[in-house]
């Protein structure tokens, strides 16, 4: 174990120490935490799900199960409870390997107890590794340390570990706090593996890269504003130049693997939590993928987008009132694939207890991009223009996407999973039909269509 010197936390300042004692006592040693507990103002614990992959030339021979936790804040905001609810998620879990963000305290190392037992009983394969906040750098560091190896949690301080056979390609790389503490990402990142995983508190840790890069990187502190607005903007930002940048969420980094922000479990400051829930993250357990081709096993290509493109002329069609709903369920967009009218309803469903957010990227229409952070939240848009086809996507779970075809008449399907589509009330007439695939293209046939007559279309899509 590294040696650990007490309170060693940069701005621990005498206002700071005075303010986090009355704060303890304010809170009446959790009481007034255990109150909003039972109100529901902890938030409601969430499990948020990602899927990351490496490069083909680091590929592991079997996936690599993680779990995240960050920002505990043991202590009288938070109230213990929560932490059992976290230990029974991530027995369901069941990670190879456990990291932990940081923050384990709020005011003072003994809270530490409080997680103790609940990792103790956690016991993942390939171990618990974790890194130290702010925080936990104004508490007894030398004292929290202990206790938490005596849960058999090993701290990385400016340091990294090589995971076991069959993921000895695998380093998790830890540094010391980036914004109070000696942060040294060089000594972090020495003799790491190919695979390199980036264990940091707060986002901050990216300034401090230099040319060490990442497979991906975990990181808390954020609490997702801890306090945020219904779309999951957070009123106020932890300090920290990139937490407002980096809330919460999954983001794409340059020249790295992706970050993944948690927004934690407990609370800090306030035994208060709004529109932030607490989630902790799983990677990689049941991997998720986009679904591009979805083909039954003779060859029939499901959401394939059909349509009149041509030929209705000047006709005019009412918008439909009813709703378009597109849910997300299971960390995907259901359906993948559909249709809608200008003007009519679209209604935009969060099934799933974890939070998303609704990025639609139209060229014609306005861009748009919601948070939905709360199982249950509807949003409801209109689109003014036809265009076909618009992308969605959720910023949190790389792999959601879905497509909408936005059409000023009502004569489009998408293709079921054995591959049929039908155009239904066509009035006679002829017609160019279009059928769009997201990665094979389009294809055009024109048809000719008498009163009462129906006629069959066939297009077939080369991979």
Partial sequence: MNSQVENRGKRNHRFRRLVERLLDSALLNGLIAAWSYRCGLHGKLGVSLHEVAVA???????????????????????HPVIFSELFDK????????????????????????????GLSRCHPPLGKYAVLGNHDLWA??????????????????????????????????????????????????????????????????????????????????THGGQIALRDGT???????????????????????????????????????????????????????????????????????????????????????SAPVVMDQKGCHYTPHVLGIQVGQPLQIVNSDDTLHNVHGLPKANKEFNQGQPIQGMKMTHTFSTKEVMIPFKCDVHGWMNAWIGVLDHPYYAVTSTDGTFSLKGLPPGTYTI?????????????????EKETKDVAFTFKA
Avoid at 103 to 114: G, L, P
Avoid at 283 to 294: I, L
Avoid at 434 to 450: D, F, I, R
């Fill in 90 to 117: 991530l027995a369901d879990i069941r990670p190879d390997v456990l990291l932990l963000g940081g923050d384990f305290v709020s005011c003072k190392a003994i809270y530490a107890d409080a997680l103790a037992g």
């Fill in 56 to 78: 083909k030339e680091k590929s592991l021979r079997v996936p690599l199960t993680i779990a995240f936790a960050s920002d505990f804040h043991a202590g009288p905001t938070t």
């Fill in 234 to 320: 957070p009123i106020f930002a932890a300090q920290g130049p990139l937490s407002r940048m980096y809330s919460q969420g999954r983001f794409e980094v340059r020249g790295n693997g992706p970050l993944i922000v948690s927004r934690g479990i407990g609370c800090s400051n306030l035994p208060i939590r709004m529109n932030a829930d607490p989630v902790c993250v799983k990677a990689n357990k049941d991997p998720q993928f986009q679904e591009t081709y979805t083909v039954s096993s003779d060859g029939k290509l499901a959401n394939v987008f059909v349509y009149v493109k041509d030929g209705l002329g000047t006709r005019t069609f009412t918008a439909p």
């Fill in 140 to 221: 007894d560091e030398r004292q929290l340390t202990q206790r938490l190896a005596a849960a058999g949690v090993e701290m990385l301080v400016n340091r990294n570990i090589t995971l076991p056979s069959p993921f000895d390609s695998v380093s998790i790389c830890g540094i010391d706090d980036p914004w109070i503490g000696s942060a040294d990402v060089a000594q972090a990142f020495k003799d790491a593996n190919q695979i390199r995983i980036f264990l940091t508190h707060s986002p901050d840790g990216l300034l401090l890269l230099e040319d060490e890069t990442f497979d991906v990187g975990f990181a808390g502190h």
């Fill in 434 to 450: 279009e059928a769009w695939h997201e990665k094979l293209g389009t294809q055009t046939q024109t048809v000719t269509v008498g």
